[in-house]
């Protein structure tokens, strides 16, 4: 059965930093690409990042320079390090894996 844990959110200041993370288990992790995908209150689910298996990785205009996606394929663990958070940035954070499976949300809150 896959699994998509993730964890790592909560309430930061704008500017601050967070770092995700989610553990993956029932299914060989090193061969998947693996995404960030988040969801805002009242809007629609928005992809913010992917990284191959091999470990390119692409963004979406809105987190480029902030966010870094990363994997640990010994862990089996994907990461998103946030940087310089804006209010904008407040949503449920959920790990995917393209196209079916999904993790349970990790919320995300960027307020003073």
């Known amino acids: 059965e896959v699994q998509l844990q993730a964890s790592g959110g909560g309430l930061v200041q704008p500017g601050g930093s967070l770092r995700l993370s989610c553990a993956a288990s029932?299914?060989?992790?090193?061969?998947?690409?693996m995404s960030w995908v988040r969801q805002a209150p009242g809007k629609q689910r928005e992809l913010v990042a992917t990284i191959t298996s091999g470990g390119s990785t692409n963004y979406s205009d809105f987190v480029k320079e902030r966010f870094t996606i990363s994997r640990d394929n010994v862990r089996r663990t994907l990461y998103l390090q946030m940087n310089s958070l804006k209010s904008e940035d407040t949503a449920v954070y959920y790990c995917?894996?393209?196209?079916?499976?999904w993790g349970q949300g990790t919320l995300v809150t960027v307020s003073s």
């Open positions: 029932g299914f060989t992790f090193s061969s998947y690409a």
């Open positions: 995917h894996r393209p196209p079916n499976f």
